[in-house]
């Protein structure tokens, strides 16, 4: 004798909801997602009559100087003597790299000048010097 079921159980999924959780989830996480700027050491940055603006940020590397001499590169303070080191490691994995010098109108020439000097030790010649639009 055989027995036949009544009632047949469906093993498929349904995913008739599935569009709406995708899309609120894409909600969620672009609403949480927090973009970090660099905002470095607080620096009162000349002004200047011409300015060119920087193609991209992509191959930049932001060295922040203060008056208090301090030194930051990509938001880490670091010493002087170490500028070398870090910018020779930063250039060697991206050739094209630009460095973009913020330094505060009150800081030394000897800083800035020292600066140079391990810039030029790490063979990362493509300086650029960040200024404010002068205002008319």
Request: glycine share 2%; proline share 4%.
């Amino acid at each position: 004798m055989n027995f036949s079921r009544k009632t047949k159980i469906s093993s498929e999924i349904p995913t008739s909801s599935m569009p709406d959780i995708i899309f609120m989830l894409l909600i969620f996480f672009m609403v949480t997602t927090v973009l970090r700027e660099y905002s470095g050491l607080p620096v009162n940055i000349p002004k200047a009559e011409k300015i060119e603006k920087l193609k991209g940020k992509r191959h930049t590397a932001h060295i922040w100087i203060s008056k208090e001499g301090l030194v930051s590169i990509n938001d880490r303070l670091f010493a002087i003597q170490d500028v070398a080191k870090i910018m020779y490691e930063k250039r060697v994995s991206d050739p094209q790299l630009i460095v973009s010098l913020k330094a505060d109108e009150e800081a030394k020439m000897e800083l800035i000048s020292s600066i140079h000097e391990e810039l030029r030790e790490a063979d990362a010649l493509k300086l650029n010097y960040s200024t404010k639009t002068l205002v008319r």
